[in-house]
């Protein structure tokens, strides 16, 4: 028993090590050359494999397998998770760029390939006989043609750094998932930045091959006291210094100034996010929230600003490598067209958007599409039409449901299909938003199979879209939020790397806590304005 510091430990002594001389040979091996190919093209795609050996063991990945980053690692090989649908009971992975060859003992081989949720998962067997080689060829069955619907899949929040634009390793990790758009997160804490990206931004940040493409953003700045936040489609990087770390608006400010589509992440409760959301939705800077992220939608945050009127979209980030592979989570964006990557930012932008894990969706109301505005008279009709489908090899499909301002307003069971639609009228008696939710079979609400659309906004002889009976306990909700920021110590151990970050936290912390007030009380006035505004309304309504 020995001390080191503080630290107390355990020495071992007087080990030997001997050979036993009974090392068995080496089996009898074999070659296998696989081509995992679309069905559309015919040509090789990327992809996700695993493969095993009778005994449920996989052979290492050859140099062939894509070389993965992971924190600071480079691996061949990865663990599948729990939340990501996988039909083999044996959870070893590597990506392949559409042609993988390997050198493997004779025998019999399970094969899993995947390719995303649009993709039936193959799940088959092959035979190695030594000395030979055995070619297994691949052709993946489309369940679903997203794209060819007008819908592209981003994911919001990876870490993969790049040295080089055109880093093919890291696009086929994101292509092999099946994301056309990939945001690869520079991701920064008050003493510098991690997961570093090329020194060109905005449309040079961009490297596409074969209609799916990474780009450079940024999850900075980020605190336990006020939240993650995330930043794409910027021109350029913006690292506030450790004197301004805290002043979270003037981010908002200049990434909006540069036309970039700003948020938080981690649900918008991680790390404190309702503070920095309480701060900074009020000025009109918040476009999207993370509201699904390791298999759990988390809605509560994301639905009290709604229920003010405030127009927030929903987004899904995988937070590789923190969380799951890249796109297990993620954006679905409507494009008119091709895909052209402005378009789909501005697409996202404009909340034309849902978030799933493997559900597919299609909402409008009278004939208007996600993240849109409705303006009708009171007592007009709303025709609701909404449909959604999940691959089986995913989950089962449970049902759909209609949301009214935070509400489940009607529900569909699946009962046994894997697609089922919703078609509802309702009265436009108030002002509302209106979206849908379908759910699949897993019971367990920390890691369920979900997928949830952007609000359609209904406006009601021109007053806002607020759950008009709980406006004012949701700004004293915010306002208590604004007060706890000023209030609440600060815990160095709420940021994720405080082996750096403490000392200088902990020093910047009371100066700018002070010079926050001032945009907290003009926080606070927006807030006042916000109750002015629903006060005039109701007394309207009720003359």
């Not at 080089?164 to 690869?184: I, K, S, T």
Request: charged fraction near 25%; include cysteine; charge should be negative.
């Amino acid at each position: 028993d020995i001390a080191v510091g503080s630290r107390r430990g355990l020495a071992l002594c007087d080990v030997e090590i001997s050979r036993s001389g009974t090392t068995k040979p080496p089996a009898p091996a074999g070659q296998v050359r696989l081509t995992v190919k679309d069905p559309k093209t015919g040509r090789p795609v990327p992809a996700r494999l695993g493969m095993y050996d009778e005994t449920g063991r996989a052979p290492l990945a050859s140099d062939r397998a894509l070389m993965l980053q992971r924190y600071a690692d480079d691996l061949r090989m990865l663990p599948v998770n729990d939340r990501t649908f996988w039909p083999s009971s044996n959870r070893q992975a590597f990506y392949v760029n559409g042609d993988y060859e390997s050198r493997v003992p004779e025998g019999k081989y399970e094969l899993v390939v995947t390719r995303g949720p649009e993709y039936r998962a193959y799940h088959g067997a092959f035979e190695v006989r030594r000395d030979e080689t055995t070619a297994v060829n691949v052709t993946l069955e489309r369940y679903a043609d997203m794209p060819g619907r007008g819908w592209f899949s981003g994911d919001s929040h990876i870490h993969l750094t790049r040295d080089e634009v055109a880093d093919p390793l890291v696009w086929g990790m994101v292509a092999a998932e099946d994301v056309y758009v990939g945001n690869l997160l520079e991701m920064g804490n008050i003493t510098g930045t991690h997961f570093k990206q090329p020194s060109l931004w905005g449309a040079a940040s961009r490297y596409g091959k074969d209609g799916h493409f990474i780009v450079s953003g940024q999850e900075d700045p980020r605190t336990g006291m006020m939240g993650h936040t995330i930043h794409h489609n910027l021109e350029r990087p913006i690292h506030p210094d450790a004197n301004n770390y805290f002043i979270y608006n003037k981010v908002f400010e200049q990434a909006r100034s540069q036309g970039a589509t700003s948020g938080f992440a981690h649900l918008g409760q991680g790390f404190n996010g309702q503070r920095g959301l309480a701060l900074t939705v009020p000025f009109g800077l918040v476009n999207f929230i993370e509201v699904l992220q390791a298999g759990r939608l988390f809605t509560d945050v994301w639905y009290r600003f709604l229920n003010l009127g405030y127009r927030i979209s929903p987004a899904a980030g995988s937070d590789w490598p923190y969380s799951d592979f890249p796109g297990v989570v993620r954006n679905y964006v409507k494009v008119n067209g091709r895909l052209d990557l402005n378009n789909w930012f501005d697409s996202f932008h404009a909340g034309h958007v849902y978030v799933s894990n493997g559900p597919f969706i299609e909402f409008t109301v009278n004939g208007r599409q996600m993240g849109e505005e409705l303006r009708v008279k009171r007592g007009a009709k709303l025709e609701i039409s909404a449909c959604t489908q999940l691959n089986p090899d995913v989950d089962a499909l449970d049902r759909l449901e209609l949301i009214v301002l935070g509400e489940v307003n009607a529900t569909v069971p699946a009962d046994g299909k894997d697609r089922v639609a919703l078609r509802q009228e309702l009265k436009a008696d108030r002002s509302m938003w209106i979206a849908v939710r379908a759910l699949g079979a897993r019971p367990d609400p920390r890691n369920m199979i979900v997928a949830h659309s952007a609000p359609i906004y209904v406006v009601v002889d021109g007053e806002p879209s607020w759950k008009a009976d709980a406006v004012s306990e949701l700004v004293a909700y915010q306002r208590a939020q604004l007060q706890e920021l000023l209030t609440a110590p600060l815990e160095p151990a709420d940021d994720l790397e405080p082996w750096e970050t403490r000392d200088l936290l902990l020093s910047e912390w009371d100066g700018q806590r002070d010079r926050l007030r001032p945009t907290v009380d003009q926080a606070n006035a927006l807030y006042d304005k916000l109750l002015d505004r629903f006060n005039e309304f109701s007394k309207r309504s009720h003359d």
